[in-house]
Every structure is written in C-alpha cells, then in structure tokens.
C-alpha cells in the first residue's frame, strides 16, 4: 500500500486529516480534502471519503485506483451504486451513529403534536397569554401504538423512547424477525394487518426499487385516522401527492417530515401550507457529537483496512443497496 492517497470531502473538517495521522500515524499516506486535490491526482485515489464530483469521477474512470469510499451518512441512495459495484469498489456507511438524534427528533415530533406546541409558538409570536383550556387539542403519548418500519439501530433506539413514554411499538422488518424494543415485529409483506389499529406511522427505511413510494395512495387509502406519520427515513418512499390527498381527506391528521422527494423542498409545494404538517430540512440526523463518531468510524475502518485491505464494518451490500 506504499503511496496510498486518501481524499476527504471538503464538507468534513480540515482537522480531520491531522487527527487521523495521530491515531494512525504513517508515512506512506497523503490526505488531501477535495478542495486542494489536483486533478492529475484523482486516479492515483485509493480511499475516498464523501461523495462529490472528484468521487463521481474516479467512479467512472477506467484508470482509478479507487478500491474504497466512505459514506458520510448511513443512507447511500444517492451513490452510483451500479457502477460501484461493476468496479468491485467497496462501499461502507455510517449505520447506528445517528440513532440518537434522530430518536430525539421523532419524540420532538409526536411531543410537537401531542402537546399542541404550535398553539403555544403562536401565542408567545403574539405575545398573547392564552390560558383557556384545549383538553381536546391535549395529548400524551401513553398508550400509543407506534408502527415503525425499520428495526435497525435507528428503529430500535425510537422503539425504546416510545416505551419510556409507555407506548405500545410494532415493528416492519424484511423477515419479521425479532427486534430489541418491539413488542411485536412483523414481514414487510403483511403489515396492512396493523394499519387501522395504531396511532403513529414513521418511516425510517433505506431507499430501495421496493421501498420507492411504499406509501402511496393504496397505502393511506388503509388508514382510518392516523393521528400521525413520520418520515425520517428516505423522501422519495413518500409519494408526497397521496400524502396530500391523505391530509386532505382526514385520513391522517398530522405529519412530521424531515425528507423529500425533491431536495429542497420547493417553496410552491403544497406541503408548506398545511397547519397540520411539520417540516424540518433534513436534519433530523444532525448534532454537535456527529462529526466526531463519523470521524471513530473511519479511523476504525481505515485501521482494519490497512491491516488487510477490508474495512471492518458497515460494509454495504451494493446488490440490495443498504
């Protein structure tokens, strides 16, 4: 691996190249970010961290000595998965690092709603003390049943809140095979059973060929008023019209949205303008203590790999996408 180059998205820290060579100090390895790398260097590249137009480049160029990239997040839809996989490149992503966040964002959605935190934002905006009762507008979540499809780390961490708050948690899975935190798990193929008896739907699945608009007209067409869906997962599994149309209709009375189809969201979608939807930009997954365990995970992996040329976890499955 003499002359190994690593380059590092210009989006992470300029510190981190600094810091890898402490944990892991070497001779025969450059860092440069994407920022400073010249283009003659590109196919000399054997580790890539981040996805940008250099790493879209070393993709496609027969002469790359690219072998591994890093993905930034744990979602890796938006990678060329097909030609990573023609070109033998491994492919590694960040699964479970963001589970505590985003737990804490979906509790500050079903909180949001359950709470009526919007009434109370707009009276403090209209410096008006609204003191009269809304026990009808005034919920907790005790008691609520959760049907959440996704049972990885993400999934079983949101799980185990919805039990703090004594709620009831069903988990979709590939298989239906059991998960920490669920009281009950079941196949993706025969969760339209759970559809009318549960209170709160949240999305956090990878973007796959079956998961691409999963939730679509035929899926809210099953509900009976859902009093909330959460998508954390991926936008385009939301057809984002039948939403909508479900919005319109009562068939669900609320919505959290932390991602869609179309990234940013633009400001003529219809979205915007429902009282009963909360909207975040795809943040859901961040906080101050992300940078540092995207950092450990690479440091771990870059460690493996120079032992024996593999990373040692989180290796994704180019075939299935996740």
């Known amino acids: 691996m003499k002359g190994m180059i ?20 070497s001779t025969y390895i450059t860092y440069y970010t994407s920022s400073d790398i010249s283009e003659d260097l590109l196919d000399t590249v054997e580790i890539a961290w981040g996805l940008d137009k250099n790493v879209i480049s070393m993709i496609e160029s027969p002469e790359s000595k690219l072998k591994w990239i890093q993905s930034f997040s744990a979602g890796v839809d938006y990678f060329p998965i097909q030609q990573i996989r023609e070109r ?21 959605y079903a909180l949001f709603f359950t709470r009526n935190l919007k009434h109370a934002i707009q009276s403090q905006s209209n410096q008006e003390w609204d003191s009269i009762p809304h026990f009808d507008k005034l919920q907790t979540l005790r008691g609520k049943r959760w049907l959440i499809f996704g049972t990885g780390h993400i999934g079983r961490e949101i799980a185990r809140l919805a039990k703090a708050t004594d709620g009831e948690t069903i988990g ?12 009950l798990t079941v196949p993706i193929t025969e969760f339209s059973d759970y559809l009318t008896n549960v209170d709160i739907i949240l999305n956090i699945l990878p973007l796959t060929t079956e998961t691409r608009h999963l939730f679509d007209d035929k899926f809210f067409d099953k509900l009976t008023k859902l009093y909330l869906f959460i998508n954390v997962g991926r936008g385009p599994s939301v057809d984002e019209k039948a939403l909508e149309h479900a919005l319109d209709s009562g068939t669900v009375q609320h919505a959290a949205l932390d991602v869609f189809e179309t990234e940013p969201l633009s400001s003529s979608s219809p979205l ?13 997954a961040e906080s101050n203590e ?33």
Do not use: M
């Open 172 to 183: 979709v899975n590939t298989t239906g095979h059991p998960a920490d935190n669920f009281d």
């Open 272 to 284: 915007w303008n429902y009282d009963q939807v909360l909207i975040t930009p795809h943040e859901s």
């Open 6 to 25: 690593v380059l590092i998205n210009v989006y992470i820290s300029n510190q981190i190249p600094q810091e890898i060579r402490a944990d892991l100090p």
């Open 290 to 322: 992300l940078l540092p365990a995207v950092r450990d995970v690479f440091v771990n992996n870059l460690d493996a790999y120079l032992g024996d040329g593999v990373p040692d976890t989180d290796i994704v499955n180019t075939k299935e996408g996740y």
């Open 88 to 108: 033998n490149i491994i492919l590694t992503n960040t699964s479970g690092i963001h589970a505590t966040a985003i737990a804490n964002t979906v509790l500050l």
